[in-house]
């Protein structure tokens, strides 16, 4: 799967847009393959120009079309969290699902492809329904029973923010795994089950940064720039690698409402209520 990069996202692309119909068994496979390795493996049909797909792990549709194998391709989105999320300019044209969008050649499709996927298997409600299942037969009776509920949901958390924000660290790009922390912005034990595992209530941070943010030593602001608490040293945050030019990669309205709550409690003066004795959450 290509990496991709700013120059492979969708553009406006400007009519005639003239699909292949029906699709040559050129632009078939070739769309049945981008799709395969961006984990849309379930065909479902064609709609005259445009090729259906499904993923087994999330619901919403997926069709393709293109003009030729080295001409432009096309996709149709059917889920309004993605299409709400993902943030590309749609094209004005005839086609199935809720937006369209246009890719100059097959390697920006493929890249596209692949965020649509984070994107849904990151977004609410597939954390939730993918920890429901996970966790139904589990017994919650003990103490030890009820924190191995709490690890399943932990796991599934971090997991989809991995997916969501690409499998680096929403900071530095820091992209060893290990490195990797999946940060509540509202504690775990602030929450129920629905936010608890919703990625807009997360971030995902390189280790020395989840500590600073889970601490309430640092924040972000509504557009993403760090802030410092004052209790803070400028010593401390310099030998954490801490700079003041520091932002997120992004930000979204949904992420930024939880941030502003965080960022009260790190300006705050004083330590935040509970977090010297700890606190411990337990999914139900």
């Known amino acids: 799967m290509p990496q991709g990069s700013a120059e492979d996202a969708p553009e406006a692309l400007a009519p005639p847009y003239n699909l292949e119909t029906p699709p040559s068994p050129a632009v078939e496979y070739e769309c049945g393959d981008a799709t395969y390795r961006s984990g849309f493996r379930l065909p479902a049909g064609r709609e005259g120009a445009w090729l259906a797909y499904d993923s087994a792990?999330?619901?919403?549709?997926?069709?393709?079309?293109?003009?030729?194998?080295?001409?432009?391709?096309?996709?149709?989105?059917?889920?309004?969290?993605?299409?709400?999320?993902?943030?590309w300019p749609s094209v004005d044209m005839a086609g199935p699902g809720l937006k369209r969008y246009a890719f100059r050649h097959l390697t920006a499709l493929m890249y596209g492809l692949k965020r649509v996927y984070e994107l849904g298997v990151s977004l609410p409600d597939t954390p939730l329904d993918q920890f429901r299942k996970a966790a139904k037969d589990l017994p919650r009776t003990t103490e030890a029973e009820r924190l191995v509920v709490q690890r399943v949901g932990q796991d599934v958390f971090r997991e989809a923010l991995m997916a969501h924000w690409s499998r680096r660290c929403a900071v530095t790009d820091v992209e060893h795994p290990r490195l990797l922390r999946a940060s509540h912005i509202i504690p775990w034990a602030e929450c129920g089950d629905e936010e608890r595992l919703d990625v807009h209530n997360g971030l995902l941070l390189a280790a020395h940064i989840d500590a600073a943010f889970d601490a309430h030593l640092i924040g972000f602001d509504?557009?993403?720039?760090?802030?410092?608490?004052?209790?803070?040293?400028?010593?401390?945050?310099?030998?954490?690698?801490?700079?003041?030019?520091?932002?997120?990669?992004?930000?979204?309205?949904?992420?930024?409402?939880?941030?502003?709550?965080?960022?009260?409690r790190v300006m705050a003066q004083s330590e935040p209520d509970g977090k010297a004795a700890g606190a411990a959450g337990i999914i139900r």
């Open 57 to 87: 792990d999330f619901p919403g549709r997926l069709w393709l079309a293109a003009e030729n194998t080295h001409g432009r391709f096309y996709a149709a989105l059917a889920s309004p969290g993605i299409t709400a999320e993902i943030g």
């Open 222 to 264: 509504e557009h993403g720039k760090i802030r410092f608490s004052p209790r803070l040293t400028e010593t401390d945050g310099t030998r954490l690698g801490l700079d003041p030019t520091m932002r997120l990669r992004r930000t979204e309205p949904k992420t930024t409402e939880r941030l502003a709550r965080h960022l009260e």
